[in-house]
């Protein structure tokens, strides 16, 4: 699930940040750019995990900023493919269910992935499992065992096909989701770990 990569970059310490420790505000830097982002085709980044390497620091002309060549591994959230992972429901839908990892929302399981026997309840908006005479009920909040089936990965840049032009962060424009998973529920634990 979580992985660690390397990665190059240069990065600028401003003046303003000279007070800290070269370290420290490279560590800045790194989290600052990279955490809680996701890096086509790598994953979710999650925190710098430790540094490798780092040049001398050479000063920029007119800026004073500083830039140093680093090379540094992060922790990325990046499941494998078949990977059973634990994971909290998020919402019912007639078309599957929304996982959530609490750090990672971009979970689904479409209805065709579900349990033998799964239906989905209109009155109740919820997707029902019949386990022999037992109704079980996938609830949003109840944690359960997804398998991980594929990954999808989308240019996060959206295309204005109207004015032919690439518009970021427009109001009216629909924007894609850059990285998204789809699984199936998983026959370890039998879906929901409270039953068990």
Request: hydrophobic share 40%.
């Amino acid at each position: 699930m979580f992985i660690l990569t390397k990665f190059q970059d240069l990065i600028q310490i401003p003046p303003h940040e000279f007070y800290k420790k070269s370290r420290d505000s490279i560590e800045d830097k790194i989290n600052e750019k990279y955490a809680n982002k996701i890096v086509q085709k790598v994953g979710l980044c999650i925190c710098m995990w430790d540094l490798l390497k780092a040049s001398d620091g050479l000063v920029g002309f007119g800026t004073g900023n500083v830039n140093v060549n680093i090379e540094f591994r992060m922790v990325v959230f990046r499941p494998f493919k078949g990977e059973v992972i634990t994971a909290r429901i998020k919402g019912n839908t007639p078309g599957g269910i929304y996982l959530t990892t609490e750090f990672f929302d971009n979970i689904f399981v479409p209805e065709t992935m579900l349990f033998e026997g799964c239906f989905y309840n209109e009155e109740e908006e919820v997707w029902v499992w019949l386990s022999g005479e037992t109704e079980i009920f996938f609830d949003n909040g109840t944690v359960v065992h997804a398998r991980i089936e594929k990954e999808t990965w989308q240019d996060a840049m959206v295309i204005d096909e109207k004015k032919s032009k690439v518009v970021n962060g427009a109001k009216d424009t629909p924007t894609r989701t850059p990285y998204s998973i789809e699984a199936s529920m998983a026959e370890v634990g039998l879906g929901g770990v409270e039953w068990w």
